[in-house]
């Protein structure tokens, strides 16, 4: 057997979703540049899911379903209080709480196209609102309600802070929502697949994913690139904090990639979003610091920025806080997810590779007074 560690380079699904050609990212065969500076979030959701960009009157059909959807079960809310009272981080929350989702969806079992792309909006809808309502209780204050009409990027934004938010947040928020949509066979979408290909529910796929994206070598790591931000502090402490990180052997978090190796495509809009956010906000020193970070790490160890390296700043300019950067990952990119899962039931294989056995052979059944 030949074990190709990590399974890097394995080829484990075929899939017209998503892809990574020298380094373009595209969406259904639409370069993610173009989409990042044309299209709104819910019109990729709908390219996603469907295959195709959506007519005016396809894409008000969605954000009418996201509206509908958005309400979260009275028990689930009752839940979420209680929840709010553990520490508990809200990827844990967000875990659980979707898997809880299922327990008041009738058709959570229902494996049939019709109720799974159901399955797929109702998702999309209800996590923003699981996450806020946390946040708020945690807070002490009660949760927002979705508000109809706003838009998926501002509803969160609003249902976060109780305040309709101004335009130039909606649309940054928007960006790094359809940046982070979908990304091949990334490690959540994996094993959302995998969960997928025994046949099981779609709630229980994005349970899985939710529980892989929050690794702080996947989706957790947004959140680690800001406390890094905050633990190193001011531009003068960059250069001391990253040399003496890389002379220890340490990872440089929101660096390095599985696939690019020359670059992420979706980091140069991350920056450029957080350039302008710090022109706006007239705090520059996240946006300095990542920036020289970033020159740093290329010049030490040739690694260049993934997604997660300057969301971190993206994020925190908008008024984001540092543990709700991995839910806002998940919050976009269960669209991706869905999509994926769908299209594994629509063509499904179990999926179960093989591991070459490395442990002691022929051993001998002790009996237990004798060990
Ligand atoms: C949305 C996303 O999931 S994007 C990825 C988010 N994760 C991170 O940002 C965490 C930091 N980055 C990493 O840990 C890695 O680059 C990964 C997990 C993303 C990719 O991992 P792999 O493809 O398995 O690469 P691997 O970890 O084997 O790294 C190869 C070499 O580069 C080094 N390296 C990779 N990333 C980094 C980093 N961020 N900082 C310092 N060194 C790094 C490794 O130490 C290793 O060096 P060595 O050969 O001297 O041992
Ligand atoms: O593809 C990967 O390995 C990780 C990643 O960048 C993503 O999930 O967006």
């Known amino acids: ?28 065969g639409i370069d993610i540049d173009e989409l990042a500076e044309k299209a709104s979030f819910e019109e990729v959701v709908y390219l996603l899911w469907k295959g195709h960009l959506p007519t005016r009157t ?22 979420l209080k209680v929840y709010s ?30 109720a799974n792309e159901k399955k797929a909006i109702k998702l999309t809808a209800q996590i923003p609102t699981i996450i806020t309502a946390f946040f708020r209780m945690r807070k002490g ?6 508000k109809s009409g706003l838009g998926f990027a501002a509803n969160f934004l609003y249902m976060l802070t109780g305040k309709e938010p101004d335009r130039v947040a909606v649309e940054a928020f928007d960006k790094a929502l359809i940046l982070h949509a979908d990304h091949e066979l990334n490690a959540s979408t994996f094993a959302s697949r995998v969960t997928t290909a025994t046949l099981s529910d779609m709630y229980s796929a994005i ?69 302008q956010l710090a022109d706006l906000t007239g705090d520059k020193k996240w946006y300095e610091m990542s920036t020289h970070i970033e020159r740093l790490v290329d010049q030490e160890k040739g690694l260049k920025p993934n997604v997660d390296f300057y969301s971190a700043s993206v994020y925190t300019y908008l008024g984001i806080p540092r543990d709700l950067f991995t839910p806002i990952f998940a919050m976009s990119r269960v669209t991706g997810w869905t999509a994926h899962v769908m299209e594994q039931y ?6 179960r590779p093989r591991a070459e056995y490395t442990g002691p052979y022929n051993r001998p059944y002790i009996p237990i007074d004798q060990r």
């Open 85 to 114: 009272k553990t520490g508990a981080h809200p990827m844990a929350v967000l875990r659980t709480s979707v898997s809880a989702l299922a327990l008041y969806d009738k058709e959570a079992d229902d494996n049939s196209a019709e």
């Open 58 to 79: 396809q894409l008000d059909e969605l954000k009418r379903q996201l509206d509908q959807y958005a309400t979260l079960p009275a028990e689930l809310l009752e839940q």
């Open 207 to 275: 349970t899985t994913a939710i529980g892989t994206l929050k690794g702080p070598l996947h989706g957790g790591a947004n959140e680690r690139v800001m406390a890094m931000l905050e633990e190193i502090g001011s531009l003068d402490r960059v250069e001391s904090y990253i040399k003496s990180k890389l002379a220890n052997k340490e990872k440089i978090m929101g660096f390095g990639h599985r696939v690019y190796k020359n670059g992420d495509p979706r980091a140069k809009h991350l920056r450029e979003m957080s350039r």
């Open 346 to 351: 629509a063509n499904n294989r179990l999926i």
């Open 1 to 28: 057997m030949t074990v190709a560690k990590g399974l890097e380079g394995v080829v484990a699904v075929t899939s017209e979703i998503s892809s990574i050609i020298d380094g373009v990212l595209a969406y259904r």
């Open 141 to 146: 204050l009660e949760p927002v309600a979705p």
